[in-house]
Every structure is written in C-alpha cells, then in structure tokens.
C-alpha cells in the first residue's frame, strides 16, 4: 500500500459510506456470482490463506480497493462465475475469477459512491492481505462456503462528496 494512503486521513460520511459499500458488493456478489453475501462481524483468522486482489485508483478520488476472499469461497465463486463444476476448474480459474471479481466489484462500488467522479482503475493484481484494515473502511461478508473482506481507503478527495 503506497505510503501516502497509509498515512493520510481518511474522512467518510460513516454511515452512508458503510451502507454503500454494503449494499453495492452484495449486489455484486448475489447478482453477478449468484452468492448469498451477508454482512458479517469481522473475525480475520482466515485471512492469511486468503486469495487478496489489490486495484489502485485515481482521478476525482484516489485511493485502494482491496478484495480478501477465503480460499473455498474463491473455488466456490469461480464455479458459480464459469458455470463448471469445482473439480473441472484448473488451479488458476479461481485467482482469475477473483481479479475480475474486484474489477468489477472496485468499478460498481466507485460508480455508487461518486457517481459524478471521472475515475481510472489501475489493473487489478494479487495481493497480500496484511494491510487490509489501515485506516480503510472495511467490511466483511458471510458467504455459504466462506467469508469476503473488503476494503477501501481513500487518500485525497471527499467520500462524502
């Protein structure tokens, strides 16, 4: 995570902010990857396996969207996505689904939260988990198979905006 965004504070409007990003990436997840998503209290055990997809980006607002989704839940979305049974995916199937998963969930979300904004997503990458939850505005979501950890941290621009 670029020092800056660490180290720079982040103002939310907390609650709509919250419900936003609740709203949008369950929509995204029952919709697009046909999984129940549940908001859930937070409990990051898990995150260590975690199959992490980090995407950067700038414009109006700049900041970092990060993805955590627990390893049985990847397989389980990626099947879902593809329309193939778990033991037909190859090894890689699921870390792709997932990039694109964050693609379009970081898009969907930045849409919803500054509809009027001009944003550019960076590519999305696979990431480590570890910084998930510096000053982000986080959120978890119970899956059937698994959980899902969404962050965003913003370092310029107004959230509330």
């Known amino acids: 995570m670029p020092e800056q965004l660490q180290q720079a504070p ?6 709509e902010f919250a419900a ?33 997809v980090h995407v950067s980006f700038e414009g109006s607002h700049q900041g970092e969207f ?51 904004s001009a944003l550019s997503l960076d590519t999305p990458e696979l990431a480590s988990a570890e910084h998930a939850f510096l000053g982000a505005m986080h959120c978890c979501f119970n899956l059937p198979d698994g959980m899902v950890a969404v962050s965003i941290g913003v370092c310029s621009g107004d959230a509330s905006a």
């Open 10 to 15: 982040r103002t939310y409007a907390a609650p």
């Open 20 to 52: 936003t990003v609740v709203r949008v990436a369950a929509e995204v997840l029952e919709t697009m990857f046909f999984e129940e998503a549940v908001p859930t209290a937070c409990e990051h055990a898990w995150l260590s396996t975690a199959v992490s």
């Open 66 to 116: 990060l993805l955590s989704v627990s390893p049985d839940t990847a397989r389980s979305i990626a099947s879902g996505f593809l329309g193939v049974d778990p033991e037909e995916m190859t090894e890689t199937q699921p870390g792709e689904v997932i990039l694109e998963l964050a693609n379009i969930l970081c898009g969907a979300l930045m849409s919803n939260l500054w509809p009027e």
